[in-house]
């Protein structure tokens, strides 16, 4: 059973670690430090079998009645057990009727596929969005339940 719950000051270390493991951009410890001490962030954490095997990072923007994804990471041996859908199925119940936003590289494939399945539109392409990449090309992707 995947649990999801709140980061706290002991995870920080672990989410550097999972972000490092599998992201090409990642947040180091003092970041995450900031995020957890802004009331405008939401960390949350994936829990399978008592260890932390995910997360993901949302920032809200209450003009825009929007929460963004900042960053969403699973580990890659946790993959494709329904980890990323209970973070994701956890985002949306908490954003209530907020719109749900977040960027990947459209390189990316896979993540666009999994965003798509969870009912995610792509809004807009943005080239040379991901400057300290290889591939700087980027989608803009949203869910609405309002609209979905």
């Known amino acids: 059973m995947i649990k999801v719950n709140t980061i706290t000051q002991k995870d920080l270390q672990m989410i550097e670690n999972i972000g490092k493991e599998t992201l090409p951009i990642y947040y180091k410890i003092m970041d995450l430090y ?15 079998n008592k260890k932390i095997v995910g997360f993901i990072v949302s920032k809200t923007f209450h003009k825009d009645n929007r929460n963004h994804i900042m960053s969403i990471a699973v580990l890659n041996k946790f993959r494709r057990q329904g980890v990323g859908k209970k973070l994701i199925d956890s985002l949306k119940i ?37 400057e300290s990449l290889e591939d700087t090309e980027a989608v803009y992707l949203e869910f609405n339940s309002n609209k979905t």
């Open 94 to 130: 908490l954003s209530k009727n907020k719109c749900i936003s977040l960027y990947t590289q459209k390189i990316n494939k896979i993540a666009i596929n999994f965003y798509e399945k969870h009912r995610f539109k792509i809004m807009n392409e943005i080239s040379d969005y991901y």
């Open 34 to 48: 900031y995020l957890l001490l802004n009331k405008d962030y939401l960390c949350l954490k994936a829990i399978k």
